[in-house]
Every structure is written in structure tokens, then in C-alpha cells.
């Protein structure tokens, strides 16, 4: 059973930095792909970028392209989300998902909070 855990989230200012962690445990081998995520107060989740994990191949949704990175280190089975010029409509419950080699997320994190004011 694989079980993943999220970390680092705050509250910051606009334009700050921040980075997220979240990491794997168990049997993690079946994973074919980390995706972030986040929830913004009386919005619908919104996919924010997924990492594949053999290839490291990243993608990311375009409203936080070039400003955050996702990356990976397999010794620690721990993916990062470095967000970046931090604006405060990135304030939302930020989650970390693992995903199935046909493209389910079906093991999600409970969440950490990114908070950022103006």
C-alpha cells in the first residue's frame, strides 16, 4: 500500500517562493506518474503538473508554466513542486497524486496549504 504525504505549504507573500514535497511510501514500483494538484476555496481541483517517473518528463498546466517545477529524487521516493513569483489566485489546498500507467490518479495525499497574500 503506497501512501504519500505532503509538506511544506505556508503562508507567504506575492511573488515569494515556496516548495512542496511529498513523499512515497510503500510499494511505489506500480507508479507510472506524480501529478500536483490544488483546490482553491469554492473551486473545482485543477490539475497543476505531473512528473513521469521513470523519465522525469514534466508537464504543467499553463497557468503556472514557467513560474513552477516539479521534480523528483528516487532514492528518497519524494517529488518536489517548486512554485516560483507566487501570486495570491495560487492560494489553494495543494495535493500530491500518483497515477497508474493508463493515466488514473488513484492514491492521493491529504493535502498541505499554500496561502499567499498580496
Known amino acids: 500500500q503506497v501512501q504519500l504525504v505532503e509538506s511544506g505549504g505556508g503562508l507567504v507573500q506575492a511573488g515569494d517562493s515556496l516548495r512542496l514535497s511529498c513523499a512515497a511510501s510503500?510499494?511505489?514500483?506500480?507508479?507510472?506518474?506524480m501529478g500536483w494538484f490544488r483546490q482553491a476555496p469554492g473551486k473545482e481541483r485543477e490539475f497543476v503538473g505531473r512528473?513521469?517517473?521513470?523519465?522525469?518528463?514534466?508537464y504543467y498546466a499553463g497557468s503556472v508554466k514557467g513560474r513552477f517545477t516539479i521534480s523528483r529524487d528516487n532514492a528518497k521516493n519524494t517529488v518536489y513542486l517548486q512554485m516560483n513569483s507566487l501570486k495570491p489566485e495560487d492560494t489553494a489546498v495543494y495535493y500530491c497524486?500518483?497515477?497508474?500507467?493508463?493515466?488514473?490518479?488513484?492514491?492521493w495525499g491529504q493535502g498541505t496549504q499554500v496561502t499567499v497574500s498580496s
Open positions: 510503500g510499494r511505489t514500483f506500480s507508479t507510472y506518474a
Open positions: 497524486a500518483a497515477a497508474t500507467p493508463t493515466g488514473n490518479y488513484n492514491l
Open positions: 512528473i513521469i517517473w521513470s523519465t522525469s518528463s514534466t
